[in-house]
């Protein structure tokens, strides 16, 4: 060989190396247990375990100051890391750029995703846990700016192995409301309406407010007390407003400039000592299967089956047009997340993680049969594969509810049985009983007392679920136990986001009490300032 030959050779060698080292990485995922989270993240051992620890030392601050007793074992807390927007697009396509994390608490799988490389990720972590464990505490039908502002309240938390500080400068909220006195928001309105992307105020202002009012009553222990006073006055059902003035003795004008003079000067910061010992954490390596569908799999839990209309707090106004094409786009993100999920298990043949997502894939392309047959092999007796025995009981409802009669009722037993052992591998899945639950709905005799216990359980493992509390609401209803459903769909009805979820809320608690169905308290439609679906995401 020449040499002009060997060094033509060589080249090509060289070329071939450096497109191979071009590629992207195998992910490499991690998932790093505690007592009340599991984090997974593509990210070094060092890297998952530092933040696991740091989560776990919150929730330690938020139980030092508001204990909770249970007497069942609390379901862990799924967060997922994302580095940067690649990730985030990866586990929520379209969604806005200026969002650092989200929390879902409302499909298939409660969880939080948050980008670590987003400014302020701690912030959004806490923020988020905060109200998931809000959902936890007994008294949880907080009106909406408080939910907001005990999120926003402990966002700010320094937490490190050797200190913890709360109550913290908030930089972004001070920010908003040195805009002028004239951007406030009335106290009124603060203390009554939900934030909706089309109100009069943007989120920005409403959260910076509810931070604002709680940081102010949070500040001494007479103002807490008075926070306690008005918070359970207004869980017994009384008005906002006029459970403030009671609780404070302050009308809403003088309470608003009550708040604004403690923002305008120095605000107190927290150093509580209390000690707080070393997390555990263990920390095992995904296999290459889970880590290469890692997102696929987040995103399959999170997609519902059926595909819903796009939700319209019913201010925006949306022409026929937009919605046919929020459809289209809606379908085709359903029909990407099938094609990709199709092939990447085909990539993993023979892999457990491969024949549920394979499967789930099947189930929302509508082939049942598909999707049963590619879970076949984790269902055989003896198995202990909650999930996959728990995915096919709801496969085996999809077909019943598409037939009638003895076959219906024949899928429908299956179902059952298929459900059960998957309660007996892990009774501490909330889903398990919501599947149990759909299986009784509109059966001989539903609500009997136990389904009311299968949606009690539920609750009490996923008291965060939206979708657990509409539902027992309704069996509670059914059985005229009235004051029972106004206490479960409370906290519903109260979220600061409204929603197709709110609305039910709102109005099975207006026939609860014999009332007309609650209007839309939300400012004047001709005063809104319409904000953008990015923004109305990065303020959730």
């Keep these: 060989m020449s040499v002009a030959s060997m060094l033509k050779t060589a080249a090509c060698a060289v070329a071939a190396c450096l497109a191979l080292s071009a590629g992207p990485a195998a992910a490499e995922w991690r998932r790093a247990e505690t007592a009340h989270f599991i984090v997974y993240g593509d990210v070094p ?43 985030m697009e990866r586990a929520y396509p379209g969604i806005g750029a200026s969002v650092a994390g989200y929390y879902s608490p409302n499909s298939g799988r409660i969880h939080a995703v ?36 005990f999120a926003e309240y402990y966002s700010t938390a320094d937490i490190a192995p050797d200190r913890i500080r709360f109550g913290r400068h908030h930089p972004g909220r001070i920010r908003a409301l040195a805009m002028g006195a004239n951007s406030w928001a009335r106290m009124e309105d603060v203390l009554t309406w939900r934030f909706t992307p089309s109100g009069r105020y943007p989120a920005f202002l409403y959260y910076a407010q509810a931070w604002a009012m709680t940081h102010y009553f949070m500040s001494t222990p007479e103002r807490t007390r008075m926070l306690g006073q008005y918070l359970a006055a207004v869980v017994r059902g009384e008005n906002s407003v006029t459970a403030m003035q009671a609780a404070t003795g302050r009308t ?29 954490v263990v920390v095992t390596e995904l296999s290459e299967a ?34 046919a094409r929020e459809a289209r786009e809606e379908a085709e993100e359903r029909a990407d997340l099938i094609r990709d999920a199709l092939a990447a298990a085909g990539r993993h043949r023979g892999e457990r993680m491969a024949m549920l997502v394979e499967a789930r894939a099947h189930r929302l392309a ?10 076949e092999p984790l269902l055989g007796e003896g198995t202990t594969d909650s999930e996959a025995l728990r995915l096919a009981g709801d496969i085996l409802l999809d077909v ?5 009669g003895a076959a219906a009722d024949g899928r429908r037993r299956a179902s059952m049985g298929y459900l059960a052992r998957a309660l007996d591998a892990d009774p501490l899945d909330f889903r398990v009983y919501l599947a149990l639950n759909r299986a009784r709905n509109g059966q001989t005799a539903y609500p009997t007392d136990n389904d009311l216990s299968t949606l009690e359980v539920a609750r009490a493992l996923a008291p965060q679920s939206f979708d657990v509390r509409l539902r027992l609401g309704q069996a509670y209803l059914a059985r005229s136990m009235n004051d029972a459903a106004i206490l479960t769909l409370q906290p519903v009805a109260n979220s600061p986001h409204r929603s197709r979820y709110t609305r ?13 169905e609650p209007v839309d308290d939300a400012p004047p439609a001709e005063d809104a300032a319409a904000e953008t679906p990015a923004a109305a995401r990065a303020a959730r």
């Design 114 to 149: 948050v980008d670590t490389e987003a400014t302020g990720g701690d912030v959004v972590l806490f923020h988020e846990y905060a109200h998931h464990f809000m959902f936890q505490m007994r008294a949880n039908a907080y009106p909406s700016w408080f939910v907001e502002g």
């Design 400 to 404: 019943a509810e598409a037939e009638s």
């Design 252 to 280: 809403p004008e003088q309470l608003q400039r009550d708040v604004r003079m403690y923002v305008s000067g120095t605000i107190n910061e927290l150093t509580p000592q209390i000690e707080i010992p070393e997390p555990e």
């Design 290 to 323: 889970e880590s290469d569908m890692a997102w696929l799999d987040l995103r399959l839990d999170r997609t519902p089956v059926k595909q819903e209309p796009a939700d319209d707090d019913g201010r925006t106004q949306k022409s026929e047009a937009q919605k």
């Design 45 to 87: 051992e060092r890297t998952i375990r530092r933040y696991a620890q740091r989560a776990e030392r919150f929730d330690a601050l938020l139980r030092a100051y508001y204990p909770i007793e249970v007497d069942h074992e609390i379901p862990k807390l799924e967060i997922f890391i994302a580095e940067g927007r690649r990730d």
């Design 366 to 375: 509508g082939d049942t049969d598909a999707a049963l047959t590619a879970l």
């Design 504 to 516: 039910q809320a709102r109005a099975m608690i207006a026939a609860a009490r014999g009332e007309a």
